[in-house]
């Protein structure tokens, strides 16, 4: 537990516990304001966070504040610069923006993120918490700080957080295509729409979604392209928010044209640590994906459930993989798939 402050006058403390994993170096800075896109009162602190080394520590990190009676102290005066006007107490969230100034994680009351302030007298301390295992980054990882992230405690307004879209795959189903998904944290999103290109440079929609927009962690989605093109058909969702804000997932293809058994990794350098692989014509069954480094050790591995000839499944790498060559390999019982990956 240390000080941290922009100024003399009015310090926060952190803590950051390691829970018994590697020992590291954390770079920690406090400055006072608003971290933006709220439209409802909060509290008038930013902790910049990040890891020396990313992956490897499962940190707990805890952001002290105090809890002020702006109706009798308002925002502003000598005994409180940091809760604003009007802060409700029964609606904290602990918030996370990424480098793209993206909100990635809300936090909700009563969590272990974030704890009930209603039992804390005023003029005490009290704290927004990022948990190991609670708290997820935007790639749903939950294993700890490790970039240089912002975060802050708000009450939730209109806050619109960017739904993550994970586990898109296409498959061919006879002579349809199949496109899955699932939509994670998803909130105040309007509809998604399906588009479909031959060339993976102009997309036409060919399908729309309302969003379900009820709470759950995870929402899953499935769409049917009943008269796919003869070759390559390249697939990617468009997301659409309230606001009218769009977003698109990764693209994911389907060759219906390809006889031979074969799996391959596109594209090859991977970017974004997401890892498309192309299967084409596998018997249907149960297959497992191990990665491993070049020295044999394992960093992924997961299963996977194949309907059987063409289709794309994603994988979401840990965010602690590093910049190198890997090995991708998809068996069953009876079949083994070895590919080499370049991971940027």
């Known amino acids: 537990m240390f000080p941290v402050s922009s100024d003399f006058v009015s310090p926060n403390r952190m803590s950051l516990n390691m829970n018994n994993s590697t020992a590291d170096n954390f ?29 490897g520590s499962t940190t707990t990190m805890k952001l002290y504040f105090t809890k002020r009676n702006w109706s009798i102290y308002p925002f502003g005066s000598a005994q409180n610069d940091e809760v604003e006007n009007g802060f409700l ?14 909100f990635v994680n809300v936090a909700t009351t009563g969590t272990f993120d974030v704890p ?37 405690v708000v009450n939730m307004g209109n806050i ?11 498959y061919q189903k006879n002579n349809t295509i199949e496109i899955d998904w699932t939509a994670l944290n998803e909130l105040n999103i309007d509809h998604y729409e399906v588009e479909r290109s031959a060339s993976a440079v102009s997309f036409t929609s060919i399908e729309t979604v309302a ?8 929402n899953y989605y499935n769409v049917l392209d009943k008269k796919p093109m003869q070759g390559n058909n390249f697939y990617r969702i468009k997301v659409v928010d309230k606001n ?22 596109q594209p090859n350098p991977v970017l974004n640590k997401i890892i498309n692989l192309q299967l084409n014509n596998i018997a249907a069954g149960s297959y497992t994906i191990a990665i491993c480094n070049i020295n044999g050790q394992q960093i992924c591995n997961q299963k996977i459930m194949h309907a059987g000839g063409n289709a794309m499944q994603q994988i979401i790498l840990p965010s602690s993989v590093t910049h190198g060559v890997y090995i991708v390999r998809v068996f069953n019982k009876t079949t083994t798939y070895n590919m080499r990956v370049v991971i940027e």
Do not use: C
Request: hydrophobic fraction near 35%; proline fraction near 3%; aromatic fraction near 10%.
């Open 27 to 55: 770079t920690v800075v406090v400055g006072k304001g608003d971290i933006g896109g709220t439209s409802a009162p909060v509290v008038k602190r930013i902790w910049y966070v990040s890891e020396g080394t990313p992956g």
């Open 89 to 102: 107490w029964t609606d904290p969230h602990l918030v996370q923006k990424d480098n793209n100034n993206a």
């Open 116 to 152: 009930d302030y209603m039992g804390n007298a005023f003029n005490t301390e009290i704290y927004g918490r990022y948990f190991i295992n609670v708290s997820s980054d935007y790639q749903g990882n939950k294993n700890g700080i490790n970039a240089f992230n912002k975060f802050s």
């Open 160 to 170: 619109i957080l960017p739904v993550t879209l994970a586990n898109i795959k296409a």
């Open 211 to 218: 969003a379900h927009n009820n709470n759950l962690a995870e």
């Open 244 to 265: 009218g804000k769009v977003s698109y997932s990764a693209v994911v293809a389907i060759n219906t044209g390809i006889t031979k058994s074969s799996v391959a990794v």
